[in-house]
């Protein structure tokens, strides 16, 4: 068996002819009509008003707090499981992080214990591989306690909860296109809301603050995050075929889990597969070493995976949050791990790497 990646992007012929079709047409690469038509098919896509794509989904969270009026002097609440790129934005906006733990469930933030400090001004809340808590106490908590609520919903394009898209409870929505995303232009990202004011500061932000577009006249501080037509491009084939993705990688993650059901020592989060495109598999395995055994013996089967992220008070630039109590976060951090879970995969591949699962277990000797 060739070696499987944990995860590559999905491309096909389409994609090849538009590029082409671009090319030969003249188009001048940058942000213009392309561009404009990715957002629309975005915004129609989630039942949104506005779409302003940026950069890359890091820019998007950064955007989406300055457009919302939160900088320096302001808290805001993130999980301590997330990517890093969640709490980066935060310190980017010259903000300051409130860390909280997660629940052991869906891998979200828990409100349980939250004590808030009374300058917290904006939540970011973070749909971990298209799963949530419920969302409607998500909005009660941030309306009870005045706090702006931002969704980075990097992981969870096409996921919902009760019909409805993440990315849309809050007053922004952020979404990632890098190569293992629903869909990818290689980079880029998206905010989506449906307040016109904050959607025009966006796209000031992200072109200089210009005081109109093509204008070389600036009222503010602004910076250069567009995105290009040579993005937008590949974006919209991907776009007209969303939901064959979607039907793609929920088949692939009810396949992985069949082929994991009753494989003691491997444990695969409750999820709602009819409202949620999981991004990645995800399993859960009993101790850090189990883990990392894992991982090391599925590279020798020519299977690609990555681990979970660490919890965000165990990495360097935030290792003062370690005094912290986020027990679960401490924990599942150093449990988790991804199986491969590109759209393009094969069910006969899947097939085999959980073969290679149950070898580990049933043949390897291991200890659970």
């Known amino acids: 068996m060739d070696f499987i990646h944990q995860v590559e992007p999905y491309l096909t012929e389409k994609e090849q002819e538009a590029v082409s079709e671009y090319l030969r047409s003249g188009g001048w690469l940058t942000?213009?009509?392309?561009?404009?038509?990715?957002?629309?098919m975005i915004a129609e896509f989630l039942g949104v008003k506005y779409c302003s794509v940026?950069?890359?989904?890091?820019?998007?969270?950064?955007l989406a707090l300055l457009a919302s009026g939160i900088g320096k002097g302001d808290k805001v609440i993130?999980?301590?499981?997330?990517?890093?790129a969640t709490?980066?934005?935060v310190v980017w906006a010259g903000a300051e992080p409130v860390i909280v733990d997660i629940n052991r469930d869906n891998l979200c933030m828990n409100f349980e214990n939250l004590r808030l400090d009374v300058e917290c001004k904006a939540l970011i809340y973070v749909p971990i591989n298209g799963r949530s808590g419920d969302m409607s106490e998500v909005m009660k908590f941030c309306n009870d306690h005045k706090l702006v609520l931002i969704e980075d919903a990097c992981q969870s394009l096409a996921s919902r909860w009760?019909?409805?898209f993440f990315g849309t409870f809050g007053s922004t929505g952020v979404f990632s296109f890098t190569p293992h995303k629903i869909i990818t232009t290689g980079q880029g990202g998206a905010v989506v809301t449906n307040d016109e004011r904050v959607y025009e500061r966006l796209e000031k932000l992200k072109d200089?603050?210009?005081?109109?577009?093509?204008?070389?006249?600036h009222d503010g501080i602004?910076?250069?995050f567009k995105f290009t037509d040579l993005q937008a491009v590949v974006g919209i084939e991907q776009m007209k075929i969303i939901d064959e993705r979607m039907r793609k990688k929920k088949k692939l993650f009810q396949t992985y889990q069949q082929g994991l059901a009753g494989v003691e020592g491997v444990k695969m989060l409750n999820t709602n597969i009819e409202q949620t495109t999981p991004w990645f598999v995800d399993i859960l395995l009993t101790s850090k070493k189990a883990r990392d055994d894992l991982q090391a013996y599925l590279k020798k089967c020519n299977i690609g995976t990555r681990v979970f992220y660490p919890p965000l008070n165990h990495q360097d630039p935030f290792s003062h949050f370690r005094?912290?109590?986020?027990?679960?976060s401490e924990e599942l951090g150093y449990r988790g791990l991804w199986l491969p879970s590109s759209v393009g995969l094969e069910y006969k591949q899947v097939s085999y790497i959980c073969g290679a699962v149950k070898d580990f277990f049933y043949n390897q000797n291991v200890n659970v």
């Open 31 to 40: 942000e213009f009509r392309k561009t404009e038509e990715f957002e629309k």
């Open 54 to 62: 940026i950069t890359n989904g890091t820019v998007g969270l950064y």
């Open 78 to 84: 993130v999980p301590n499981f997330t990517m890093i």
């Open 87 to 89: 709490i980066n934005a």
């Open 162 to 164: 009760q019909d409805k």
């Open 208 to 217: 200089f603050h210009r005081t109109a577009p093509g204008i070389d006249s």
């Open 222 to 224: 602004g910076y250069n």
């Open 323 to 328: 005094k912290g109590s986020f027990p679960v």
